[in-house]
């Protein structure tokens, strides 16, 4: 149980273009979403708190109106690029729950996008 | 605010040996600990988590982790190491507020595995 399938998993699209990613959690509700980003051979940084019908809360220093995240079901929130530009370029991955009694968070398996 | 420091940022060991992976984290309050794995170009599965209880925590692929509160420590080991298990290992701390989903991560640590 608790699996997170995130769409697409690799995607890459023209600077000044818009990409959107899926997170979805597959059997289970998901009241909030994390979205992090992951540069090359770095942690990961948490840029937002996704809550289902409601805001996003970003992170100090994550570009809003350049990351657009909508939670609009208890199964599914996105992530929108807006004009992508090649230091856009990232690994994104979500995480979703609670599971597991409200102790749980699941990952995705990740979005690579490279904006060229 | 919190935060979780992995001091190797790169592990060899031979195939068959022993492994440790350090972690040591910062935290006001009891912390929701959690180790998690990253194959390239993959997401983390988690490994194994720690939020109360007995401190020596069992996880999945043979690993295990040990809650030190006394040092700040939560390291990961493995008896004996498997070529497959050659990834990225990220010690992250959760948040109580958010049920550990809001969490801050390690750098990592890569491991690499010889024949």
């Known amino acids: 149980g608790a699996v997170v399938s995130q769409h697409p998993s690799r995607v890459i699209c023209k600077s000044g273009t818009s990409v959107k990613i899926e997170c979805r959690s597959l059997?289970?509700?998901?009241?909030?979403m994390f979205w992090y980003r992951q540069f090359p051979k770095k942690s990961l940084m948490l840029m937002a708190t996704?809550?289902?019908?409601?805001?996003?809360?970003?992170e100090q220093g994550v570009e809003k109106d350049k990351f657009l995240i909508n939670h609009a079901s208890l199964t599914l929130s996105t992530l929108t690029v807006t004009s992508a530009h090649p230091e856009d370029s990232s690994f994104y991955i979500c995480?979703?729950?609670?599971?597991?009694?409200?102790?749980?968070?699941?990952f995705g398996s990740g979005t690579r996008l490279t904006v060229v | 605010a919190q935060s979780v420091t992995q001091p190797d940022i790169h592990i060899t060991v031979s195939e068959g040996a022993s492994l440790e992976l350090r972690c040591n984290y910062s935290y006001g309050a009891t912390p929701y600990l959690f180790w998690y794995v990253q194959s390239p170009g993959q997401g983390l599965q988690l490994l194994l988590k720690?939020?109360?209880?007995?401190?020596l925590v069992q996880g999945i692929k043979g690993f295990e982790a040990e809650f030190k509160r006394s040092q700040s420590s939560f390291n990961l080991r493995k008896p004996s190491v498997h070529w497959s298990d050659a990834a990225e290992y990220f010690c992250?701390?959760?948040?109580?507020?958010?049920?550990?989903?809001?969490?801050?991560f390690g750098d990592g640590t890569t491991l690499t595995v010889k024949p």
């Open positions: 995480s979703a729950g609670p599971t597991g009694g409200g102790y749980g968070y699941t």
């Open positions: 720690y939020f109360s209880g007995d401190t």
């Open positions: 992250a701390v959760g948040a109580l507020d958010t049920n550990a989903g809001k969490s801050t």
């Open positions: 059997d289970f509700q998901a009241t909030t």
């Open positions: 996704s809550n289902e019908g409601s805001k996003a809360t970003y």
